[in-house]
């Protein structure tokens, strides 16, 4: 058989266009991001989303994201954190909080009257879990955690005064706010926050602490018309939340990008997660005012008094980790320091 060198020369081509085939392949990537809210939530609609394009752009169109809203790949939400670590799913946001004592080192930023504004307080949390915690999320790759702004309540009755939650039902979103909502004397109710909605309106409780960004979302303002906040620039408490990616999916991602993932992970991530939320604080805050709900401010004396009477919660977190070798007044120490330097 006669072999042209033009024949030889498209078999070559073809072999080199067969050889790499499957690395270009290879390359192209989709990633499942799996969370528990509706998509018009702030997190979802304006930290997810954007995050998610701005991997997207940078890798070229090569990474693609599949966002699936409100557990629609199923389980609940405290099972989100093992569907990242054990490839279930590629991508999470979930609340830490959900799984109790299983981010101890995570829990300090939880503490009563400890965060103001979310954008600062994540820049905080993240560097602070970077220094001292990185060992609770050493099953996954942690993209960022961040926290939520001023921690409030929202409820049928107003409330006005420390005497008014005693044996009031309230929903609390982790073990350390159930300690602290029991020591104010509330009757806590932990539930994740997708059911806050259905048990306010069925009685199931009479308040919840939810900050506002997350009230349009459950239509807790049409629910309840009593929104109680605190005087000065913290919060009664927060939440710790956290974006993490199956290790695995990670792992087998080519450099490049892996290098877009990395770029889109740490303190700038974190604090585009808080920023949303302070953003959505106010768009909720606004609905509320519009609907001519009774939103009440504590007055200085009053928030001093709740003060007070949550502060036992810290000893006793101090003495509950402890008991797991953390050294919760060390810890405690860090954060407040943290959140002092990035709220400057």
């Avoid at 030889?8 to 499957?22: D, I, K, N, R």
């Avoid at 997207?56 to 093992?82: C, N, T, W, Y």
């Amino acid at each position: 058989m006669k072999f042209t060198r033009k024949a030889f020369f498209s078999a070559v081509a073809g072999a080199a266009m067969l050889a790499a085939a499957p690395a270009t392949f290879a390359q192209n990537v989709t990633l499942r991001f799996h969370q528990m809210l509706p998509p018009q939530a702030t997190i979802p609609a304006k930290a997810i989303k954007p995050w998610a394009a701005k991997v997207e752009k940078e890798s070229g169109g090569r990474i693609k994201v599949q966002h699936f809203d409100a557990m629609q790949l199923g389980g609940k939400p405290p099972e989100l954190f093992d569907q990242a670590k054990d490839g279930v799913v590629d991508l999470i946001w979930t609340v830490l909080g959900y799984t109790p004592g299983r981010f101890p080192k995570a829990e300090v930023f939880e503490l009563p009257f400890s965060v103001g504004l979310a954008e600062p307080g994540s820049r905080a949390f993240q560097e602070y879990v970077e220094k001292y915690a990185m060992d609770e999320f050493k099953d996954v790759k942690l993209i960022a955690v961040h926290v939520h702004g001023p921690g409030m309540f929202h409820s049928k009755d107003p409330i006005n005064k420390l005497e008014d939650l005693k044996g009031m039902k309230v929903r609390g979103g982790s073990r350390v706010i159930n300690i602290m909502l029991e020591q104010l004397g509330a009757t806590p109710v932990g539930m994740p926050v997708p059911a806050v909605g259905e048990a306010l309106s069925k009685g199931v409780i009479s308040a919840t602490t939810i900050p506002w960004e997350v009230t349009p979302a459950l239509k807790v303002s049409q629910i309840v018309k009593n929104h109680t906040g605190f005087s000065g620039s913290k919060g009664l408490y927060t939440q710790t939340f956290a974006v993490a990616m199956n290790k695995a999916s990670y792992d087998k991602l080519p450099a490049d990008l892996k290098k877009v993932i990395d770029a889109n992970s740490g303190v700038e991530a974190a604090a585009m997660f808080g920023r949303a939320m302070d953003d959505g604080d106010k768009a909720g805050l606004a609905i509320a005012q519009k609907a001519g709900n009774n939103i009440i401010t504590l007055d200085a004396a009053e928030t001093n008094r709740w003060q007070r009477a949550a502060a036992g919660v810290r000893a006793a977190w101090y003495k509950e980790v402890a008991g797991k070798g953390v050294d919760g007044p060390k810890l405690a120490a860090e954060a407040e320091a943290l959140l002092a330097k990035h709220s400057k």
